[in-house]
C-alpha cells in the first residue's frame, strides 16, 4: 500500500495557469516548444491531454528565475555635455 507522501503530485494546464499568472494558450505553447515537459495522458485517438509533474514544474522555474547581473563599471567613453 503506498502512503499519500509516494504519490506524484502533477497538475493539469488548468492548474498552471493559476499558479503561472498565464493564459492556457500560453501554457500550451510552452508544452508545446519543449520549454515545460509535460506527459500527454488521453488515448491516441482523442485531443492532447497534458499533465505536468512538480519536478518539471520546478525545473522550468528554476529555468526561468532571473539573477541580478553583476554590476558593470560605467562606460569611460561616454561623452559627456558640458
Same mark, same amino acid.
Given at each position: 500500500?503506498?502512503?499519500?507522501?509516494?504519490?506524484?503530485? !502533477?497538475? /493539469?494546464?488548468?492548474?498552471?495557469?493559476?499558479?503561472?499568472? &498565464? %493564459?492556457?494558450?500560453?501554457?500550451? +505553447?510552452?508544452?508545446?516548444?519543449?520549454?515545460?515537459?509535460?506527459?500527454?495522458?488521453?488515448?491516441? !485517438?482523442? /485531443?492532447?491531454?497534458?499533465?505536468?509533474?512538480?519536478?518539471? &514544474? %520546478?525545473?522550468?522555474?528554476?529555468? +526561468?528565475?532571473?539573477?541580478?547581473?553583476?554590476?558593470?563599471?560605467?562606460?569611460?567613453?561616454?561623452?559627456?555635455? /558640458?
Amino acid at each position: 500500500m503506498t502512503s499519500p507522501d509516494d504519490e506524484m503530485k !502533477t497538475y /493539469r494546464p488548468q492548474d498552471l495557469t493559476e499558479i503561472l499568472h &498565464l %493564459r492556457p494558450t500560453q501554457i500550451y +505553447r510552452l508544452i508545446q516548444n519543449g520549454e515545460l515537459a509535460a506527459v500527454n495522458v488521453s488515448s491516441g !485517438t482523442r /485531443r492532447a491531454r497534458y499533465i505536468v509533474t512538480e519536478e518539471e &514544474l %520546478r525545473d522550468f522555474l528554476q529555468r +526561468r528565475t532571473v539573477r541580478k547581473a553583476n554590476p558593470t563599471r560605467p562606460n569611460p567613453y561616454v561623452r559627456r555635455w /558640458r
